[in-house]
């Protein structure tokens, strides 16, 4: 069965429940997703993922180890995770240990590790974690170019946070984090497995029942800006690592969103016989992987893309991506690449509908994005049915991804030229 959408009522808030019964395997998963709570709304960089860590530390009671053992024991998952918008909680099991594993997140939400110990433990991770980056020159690299292109908005700073920040860090910056953000109204529940939708739907109301209220706060936009700069850091490498981005002016709830992913593909999000690669790798052999996409996401857009290089050859290897996206934007696909990635794209589908971690992600990504679920089968008939001249006037249109800001990692050899 595909999956179905199902508010539950708490009290007066309604969450949205979308589950899919799958009876191919004998497991069962949860997920709850808490909207506008992820590293956009961090009040101390790094704050939501250094909250997401501590909450993989099991119980007050039990302690790490001792909560830890409790889901081996019975080969459960339940970890917690944070991206920009969004912080995940997720459980997974044996459909006969299900039942034991939401017994098991009930004690956690009831009693997480809020200990000064667990907090000293997974900041010592931390630090460790970015003293250690200071030395990953494509870390570097994708950091300076989001300073460059969203400056003074929360994407330009290190979800990770910086070593200053994780140490100021406190337990009541945690637990505030969670009672303003992890509440009814923020939720979406997904849940799928071997199981039916009566008893599910029993299990998940238990859970939300942990749950308190929480304002709502919707979600800022944050809009790249226009520089067309290059900015070189150099470091002791015998590489260039060239990470770049533009504006991109697509809305994720655009009409238009199929036209962007027929010309991302072609540009240079397939791989092999995309714009870039083939221009900057097959044709001029200045990079081993060249590579752009649009990323269009509910609080912001942008144009992107990456490529390592020889330090003699980063100013070519700059020059020739502003050449590949300025002849893009100039004379759009052709007939030949049209075709080609309307039958990659249709042709791939049924990889894409696999699991059902798939379905149950693509069904959130629907609702997410206020559509209706299994709106993606319309979405796959707009893009067979996209016309030449439809696409390229619509590449025409977004002139601001030839804007393009370069964030250039390299070695001294370029300075002895």
Do not use: C, W
């Not at 030395?135 to 690299?141: G, L, R, T, V």
């Amino acid at each position: 069965m595909s999956a179905v959408l199902e508010p539950l009522k708490i009290g007066k808030t309604e969450v949205p429940f979308i589950f899919e019964e799958d009876k191919n395997l004998p497991i069962v998963s949860m997920q709850l997703i808490f909207k506008n709570s992820g590293s956009l709304t961090d009040t101390k960089d790094g704050l939501v993922k250094l909250t997401a860590k501590l909450l993989n530390e099991g119980t007050l009671k039990d302690g790490s180890v001792g909560f830890a053992t409790k889901l081996e024991s019975r080969a459960i998952t339940l970890g917690t995770h944070a991206g920009a918008e969004t912080f995940v909680i997720e459980l997974g099991a044996l459909k006969s240990e299900f039942r034991y594993g939401v017994d098991l997140l009930k004690e956690l939400l009831k009693d997480p590790n809020y200990s000064e110990e667990s907090l000293s433990k997974i900041k010592t991770q931390t630090i460790g974690s970015l003293k250690r980056k200071e030395s990953d020159f494509d870390y570097i690299s994708s950091l300076t170019l989001k300073g460059m292109i969203f400056k003074d908005t929360p994407l330009a700073k290190p979800s990770l946070g910086t070593v200053e920040s994780v140490k100021s860090i406190t337990l009541d910056d945690i637990k505030k984090h969670v009672q303003e953000h992890l509440g009814l109204e923020n939720m979406i529940v997904l849940m799928g497995g071997d199981m039916n939708q009566s008893e599910a739907s029993a299990l998940t109301k238990e859970v939300l029942l942990e749950f308190s209220t929480v304002k709502v706060n919707p979600i800022k936009t944050v809009k790249a800006v226009s520089k067309s700069v290059t900015k070189e850091t150099i470091v002791e490498s015998q590489q260039a690592y060239v990470y770049f981005g533009a504006p991109l002016n697509i809305a994720y709830d655009s009409k238009d969103r199929h036209l962007g992913k027929i010309a991302s593909f072609v540009l240079g999000s397939s791989g092999f016989g995309s714009r870039m690669m083939e221009e900057i790798r097959v044709k001029k052999g200045l990079a081993y992987s060249a590579y752009s996409r649009f990323n269009i996401n509910k609080s912001y857009s942008y144009f992107s893309g990456y490529l390592q290089t020889k330090i003699e050859s980063g100013d070519e290897a700059v020059k020739s991506v502003k050449e590949v996206v300025r002849i893009f934007l100039d004379k759009g696909v052709t007939k030949e690449e049209l075709e080609s990635a309307q039958q990659f794209i249709l042709g791939s589908e049924p990889l894409r509908n696999e699991t059902m971690s798939q379905r149950l992600g693509r069904a959130f990504q629907e609702y997410y994005t206020n559509k209706p679920l299994g709106s993606h089968v319309e979405d796959l008939k707009r893009i067979e049915a996209i016309e030449l001249d439809e696409l390229n006037a619509f590449i025409k249109q977004h002139q601001e991804i030839a804007e393009i800001s370069f964030s250039v990692v390299t070695g001294e050899m370029k300075k002895q030229k």
